[in-house]
């Protein structure tokens, strides 16, 4: 059973700095994508930014420029650098595992709230 543990939420001001970790039990090069998702109240669930086992990285157009994701294999770790945060960043962040053949594994949430 995969386990996806975010950390590194927390409350920041407007411009401020963030970054989100998240750790996997397992080898992180089996899955074929792995990225971060962001659930605001009353809204939809979106996609922030996501990366490949190939490398290629995509992100949402409202993060560009600002967010960065990255992955360290050695440590089954994938992290989200969270840069220039405004308040509608603010929302329950969440980690996001896939493989083929199977359907995609989360991680609990880790809250981001961005003062302004």
């Known amino acids: 059973q995969v386990q996806l543990v975010e950390s590194g939420g927390g409350l920041v001001q407007a411009g401020g700095s963030l970054r989100l970790s998240c750790a996997a039990s397992g080898s992180i090069f089996s899955f074929t994508a792995m990225g971060w998702y962001r659930q605001a109240p009353g809204k939809q669930r979106e996609l922030v930014a996501v990366?490949?086992?190939?490398?290629?990285?995509n992100y949402a157009d409202s993060v560009k420029g600002r967010f960065t994701i990255s992955r360290d294999n050695a440590q089954n770790t994938v992290y989200l650098q969270m840069n220039g945060l405004k308040p509608e960043d603010t929302a329950v962040y969440y980690c996001?595992?896939?493989?083929?053949?199977?359907?995609?594994?989360w991680g609990q949430g880790t809250q981001v709230t961005v003062s302004s």
């Open positions: 996001n595992a896939r493989r083929l053949g199977t359907s995609p594994y």
């Open positions: 990366t490949t086992r190939g490398g290629t990285t």
